[in-house]
């Protein structure tokens, strides 16, 4: 059986997706639910449980647990506006150290999320390379980002200690993700479900504008990723049974804002209105204005299969899901 952490959210759920869709349903989930929508994400799926991450660890000590081989762990306050330091720690540190501690005493594979936001302004570059004192230069802009940061280090740190590790111990920072079942992240979905909706109901499409000059209005870039791709990146590391890293997981080309917006306009088969707002002043220091992924690393470890362009994810997303009376995976 696999546990799957976070597995009622944007990435995790459409992993349970991806397994069920190869055949696997020896799933054991990890997840909250509570009041609203997020269930819809599962609504679809197979699996053996599901249990409550304050029940997690109580559960891992029981017969139940003794069936796990694998542990891929999304679960995480994945808020980038997050400013409850103690919640973060025990949510995104303390829980990853003692999964950590788990599978390295029963020697199962350990895959984990990191994150882009560990790169900061990329002031270091993006470069996934796990040697500490690499890690020590980063600096990332926001708490959720310097949550993962410090376990990136952590593991990395207790395999230099030559402490027990997992066989296969893999985090993967993820860059700007897209797609399926991410309704219920409200504020935090991404800009393709945003500028999806404003063309909907028949609203302007606007984006931030620049505040360096080194950047026109809408020119800003990131590195866009489609959430399929990273489940495939997933599977194929669940088919491994050794080895470490941290990996990069983007498509491996910077794009911009506009090109974001001309994509959803171009699937929705709508002509192109954009304008621009100002940034709120609180995010203008935390604002990365630029990210790619080198992905070099990961297709070192196995990993050939192309990514998805922006227009070719934009165009699955808006057509087999958002424009779907059901948009769920």
Known sequence: MILITGAAGFIGSNIVAELNEQGRTDLVLCDLLRQGSKWHNLRKRAFVDIVPPPELAAWLRGPAAQKITAVVHMGANSSTMATDGDEIMQRNFRFSNMLLDWTAERAIPFIYASSAAT??????????????????????????????????????????RGEAMPPLCVGLKFFNV????????????????????????GEQVRLFRSH?????????????????????????????REGFGLFNVGSGEARTWLD??????????????????????????????????????????????????????????????????????
């Open 212 to 240: 360096r000059p080194e950047y026109a209005d809408g020119e800003q870039m990131r590195d866009f990723v489609y959430v399929r791709d990273i489940c495939r990146v997933i599977t194929h590391l669940l088919a491994r």
């Open 119 to 160: 790169y900061g302004e990329g002031e270091e570059g993006y470069d996934d390379n796990a040697d500490f004192e690499h890690l020590k230069r980063l600096r990332p802009l926001n708490l959720y980002g310097w949550s993962k940061h410090i376990f990136d280090q952590a593991v990395v740190e207790r395999r230099k």
């Open 260 to 329: 974001l917006a001309r994509a959803v306009f171009a699937a929705m088969e709508r002509e192109a209105s954009i304008d621009f707002i100002d940034m709120p002043q609180e995010l203008r220091a935390k604002y990365q204005y630029y990210t790619k992924a080198d992905i070099t690393r990961l297709r070192g470890f196995g990993y050939n299969a192309p990514m998805q362009s922006l227009e070719a994810g934009v165009t699955d997303y808006v057509r087999h899901f958002l424009s779907q009376a059901d948009s769920y995976r």
């Open 178 to 201: 897209y797609g399926p079942n991410e309704q219920h992240k409200g504020a935090m979905q991404s800009v393709v479900s945003k500028i999806f909706r404003s063309i909907t109901e």
